[in-house]
């Protein structure tokens, strides 16, 4: 008989249910209860076994990262799951997109990336906030305010007075990984925990929510702007509905 999957990582809180997340390097993650007795935590783990192998699986099949960012003439960046490229222009202007160009001005690459980098939280802040608005108007929640952050470890979150929070990383993602993200923290403004009635809502508005999930388990780490080719990795929300 096998033995239970080695929990790498073990997070205890005061939510109510047990979550399992598998990072981008592999590791195991299990968030907890506090007071949840170590061996109902083993229990749970042991019952997510298939899951759990299927999915560290995926990630060592993973293809490699990208190259670091150079910030010469045609290189790709990201838009909504889309590939646009860099045209390298003297004119010391604001970056703006043409089509699936982006023009850009020539620059140093750190300067290029913090102009990138610029450019996407306003691109961020445009898109996001106006599918906040359509899927909160189209499902009854209410949210309080929008910011767009440099998270480097979470796509989004709601505070306890559901203020919503996103990374600007997140509009490289494809238009229905952006939905995704965005509905569940919308859900959070009904139910601030991953419970079962969380996980309902979720799959109210967004059906195939685990697609998006297993797709930013496979895709996320390759969302980024940095220069460095070991950027910050994001993981996906809630790699598995709670208990």
Known sequence: MTSTPKIDRLVRSSRKTIAIIIRPDGALEVRAPKR????????????KRDWIAKHQAEVKQRQPLAAARQFTE????????QTCRLRLEKERQIPHLVGAILRFPRLTPARSEALLIAWYRRMARQIISTRVAE???????????????????????????????????????PPHIVDYVIIHELAHTAEHNHGPNFWKLVALAAPD???SIDWLSRNGRLLKVELAAEAGQLSPLEAHPTE
Do not use: D, P
Request: hydrophobic residues 45%.
């Open 135 to 173: 899927l909160a108007a189209q499902h009854h929640w209410k949210y309080s305010a929008i910011r767009i952050n440099s998270a480097q470890t979470r796509w989004g979150s709601c505070s306890s007075r559901n203020g919503l929070n996103f990374t600007y990383r997140l509009v490289m993602a």
């Open 209 to 211: 929510y685990q697609r």
């Open 36 to 47: 949840a007795a170590m061996a109902h935590i083993v229990s749970f783990v042991e019952s």
């Open 74 to 81: 045609g290189e790709a960046v990201l838009l909504l799951g």
